[in-house]
């Protein structure tokens, strides 16, 4: 017992997680700016149409930065969902079933989203 709390080793968000995050923070805000001037700033009336994206895609660099973008992403809002679902002080058991749980919905929806991405590469 210490202050009246009984303290006990907890699972809870490592130093790498967090920085992690952070550092994901700032680059989805690096790859959105780049993202949103390319495709609504620079565009005439602000928006692709499906063929333009298509022909979009078709620039080496474009699939890359839309998949990075994507699984920083995916990831940055899955550790900040992990982050809120810490504050509900799960069991350590019931943490690991979450952490398993939200790495397979992650890389489920990093694989579909670079499918997709490819798929609109092949179609140009």
Not at 79 to 101: A, C, K, M, T, Y
Request: proline share 2%; glycine share 10%; hydrophobic share 55%.
């Amino acid at each position: 017992m210490h202050d009246g709390f009984d303290v006990k080793s907890r699972m809870g968000e490592s130093a790498g997680a967090w920085f992690f995050k952070v550092a994901s923070g700032g680059l989805i805000i690096l790859v959105l700016f780049i993202h949103l001037v390319i495709n609504h700033l620079i565009v005439e009336g602000g928006l692709l149409k499906y063929a333009d994206v298509v022909k979009y895609y078709q620039t080496w660099i474009v699939p890359f930065m839309e998949v990075f973008f994507l699984i920083f992403v995916v990831s940055h809002s899955l550790i900040g969902l992990r982050s809120v679902l810490l504050d509900l002080h799960p069991s350590n058991q019931v943490l690991r079933w979450l952490n398993r749980g939200l790495v397979v919905i992650g890389c489920a929806a990093i694989i579909y989203g670079t499918w997709l991405v490819f798929v609109i590469v092949g179609r140009g």
